[in-house]
């Protein structure tokens, strides 16, 4: 009689683990979203007139140049949006210019803060760097906002939507970081089209880009979300 009911045990502690296995197999594996995937969507800046201004610089003859120039190149992403940025009017010399001081202005920029993912060139940066975009948004004539002194060759990039930029540390007191003006940032994630093929970056530029950089833009695309809306 015991070996009998010995031998029920073991079966029903067989059948027990056969079916924790069974349960764990079949359950399905959930993939989590990657907490860099934030909520992208259509921005106020994005509405907004452009005064362009006209300016002179830097060009590069293929990618390669514009890596060698610059300090460093990461992949990162804007935490606030253009007009939640701080404007700042800066002098001749890199001070900062005063609203009413009389002096004279020749950079008009945005501070805005860029969570840093991957440094590709470089010493480490930090998880979050000040970054100057170009232009400031400000009350037109008719009370609207407008976007001015945007050079005409850039452009401003969006909220937590992922590029590559090239980037150079200022030589102000506040310790900015500024990206270069030739096609110096570059969307990899897909869902900003002005930083891809198109009007401010050229199918070559991009093409180079991607060749050296193309594992982070298979690993940060985004673009099947374009589609699915």
């Known amino acids: 009689m015991k070996k009998?009911?010995?031998?029920i045990l073991i079966c029903v502690i067989?059948?027990?683990?056969?079916?924790?296995?069974?349960?764990?197999?079949?359950?399905?594996?959930?993939?989590?979203?990657?907490?860099?995937?934030?909520?992208?969507?259509?921005?106020?800046?994005?509405?907004?007139?452009?005064v362009?201004?006209?300016?002179?610089?830097?060009?590069?003859?293929?990618?390669?140049?514009?890596?060698?120039?610059?300090?460093?190149?990461?992949?990162?992403?804007?935490?606030?949006?253009?007009?939640?940025?701080?404007?700042?009017?800066?002098?001749?010399?890199?001070q900062e210019v005063q609203d009413g001081s009389g002096e004279m202005v020749s950079c008009f920029s945005t501070l805005r803060q860029l969570t840093v993912l991957d440094v590709l060139k470089g010493e480490d940066?930090?998880?979050?760097?000040?970054?100057?975009?170009?232009?400031?948004?400000?009350?037109?004539?008719?009370?609207?906002?407008?976007i001015m002194w945007l050079p005409e060759n850039e452009f401003i990039q969006k909220q937590n939507v992922k590029y590559i930029f090239y980037l150079s540390e200022s030589t102000r007191e506040d310790g900015t970081y500024y990206a270069a003006s030739d096609q110096g940032v570059i969307n990899i994630d897909g869902l900003d089209e002005n930083g891809s093929r198109g009007k401010y970056?050229?199918?070559?530029?991009?093409?180079q880009v991607k060749a050296r950089f193309g594992e982070y833009f298979e690993k940060y695309d985004r673009s099947s979300e374009l589609t699915d809306q």
């Open 14 to 50: 067989l059948f027990s683990l056969g079916s924790c296995n069974k349960d764990n197999t079949d359950t399905p594996q959930v993939s989590e979203v990657p907490d860099y995937n934030l909520e992208v969507g259509h921005e106020k800046f994005e509405d907004m007139p452009v």
């Open 201 to 207: 970056v050229t199918e070559e530029r991009y093409d």
């Open 52 to 94: 362009n201004s006209s300016s002179s610089y830097l060009g590069f003859e293929s990618e390669s140049e514009l890596y060698d120039d610059c300090d460093y190149v990461v992949v990162g992403m804007l935490t606030d949006t253009f007009t939640d940025g701080v404007p700042k009017k800066y002098g001749l010399y890199g």
């Open 125 to 146: 940066v930090g998880e979050t760097i000040t970054y100057a975009n170009m232009g400031i948004s400000m009350s037109g004539d008719d009370g609207n906002e407008v």
């Open 4 to 7: 009998y009911i010995s031998l």
